[in-house]
């Protein structure tokens, strides 16, 4: 069965800081990897999604990298603001639709 | 603006008593999913239709059921609510194509 795991569970960092998320999964075979932001009490926001043939994407201040052989993928933000504040969570696709979600990391920026 | 909406937004019911979470899409995808998460957890997959085909995750309780009646709705159904089923439920969407997921608001689900 395929794990997610989130690492740190949770971060803090000053505004204007650049800084990285980590999701790692245990098998291979993925169809996509989503990452989401979640504000508390909120639904999921879709923030970037890569498909299995891709390396990564972006949009805006993100970036998406993704590294299948390793299980690895990382997000990357840009001069964090602190409207940044929130829980990423990223979530591997496999066969069909099949979703797991890693546990989240929870972002503080301070102003 | 296209989206996903789920009502109520909070709901609360009494131990035992049945309860009934609905989902409504405007994006016009093919596949809806149903999630448990309860705080602090990562969303649990409950279930899941391709179009009209339901598909049940091996370890969600049968105290959970859907339904789908058409392209736009998706109902969940708790027949008899436990203290342990008081969660955020959310209901998302995606397209066959590329599988990207889209949710809605969710429902904070609370038993007394």
């Known amino acids: 069965k395929q794990e997610v795991t989130q690492i740190p569970a949770a971060l803090s960092v000053p505004e204007g800081e650049n800084l990285v998320l980590n999701c790692s999964f245990t098998d291979s075979a993925i169809y996509n990897l989503q990452w989401f932001r979640q504000d508390p009490g909120k639904g999921l926001t879709s923030l970037l999604l890569i498909q299995s043939s891709q390396r990564e994407q972006t949009s805006g201040r993100l970036n998406a990298s993704l590294d299948k052989s390793s299980g690895r993928s990382t997000l990357y933000i840009a001069a964090s603001q602190p409207g940044d504040s929130a829980t990423y969570l990223c979530a591997v696709n496999v066969a069909g639709n099949q979703f797991y979600f890693g546990t989240g990391t929870s972002l503080t920026v301070i102003p | 603006d296209a989206m996903v909406i789920q009502n109520p937004r909070y709901q609360v019911t009494q131990f035992g008593k049945p309860v009934t979470l609905s989902c409504s899409q405007t994006?016009?995808?093919?596949?809806m999913y149903w999630y448990q998460q309860k705080s602090s957890q990562a969303p649990k997959l409950l279930f899941h239709y391709y179009d009209k085909d339901f598909n049940n995750e091996a370890d969600t309780p049968d105290n959970f059921q859907s339904r789908r009646p058409n392209t736009s709705f998706c109902f969940l159904d708790i027949r008899s609510p436990g203290l342990g089923d008081a969660a955020m439920y959310l209901c998302?969407?995606?397209?066959?194509?590329?599988?990207?997921?889209?949710f809605g608001p969710g429902t904070r689900l609370t038993v007394l």
């Open positions: 998302a969407t995606s397209r066959f194509s590329d599988n990207e997921q889209f």
């Open positions: 994006l016009n995808h093919n596949v």
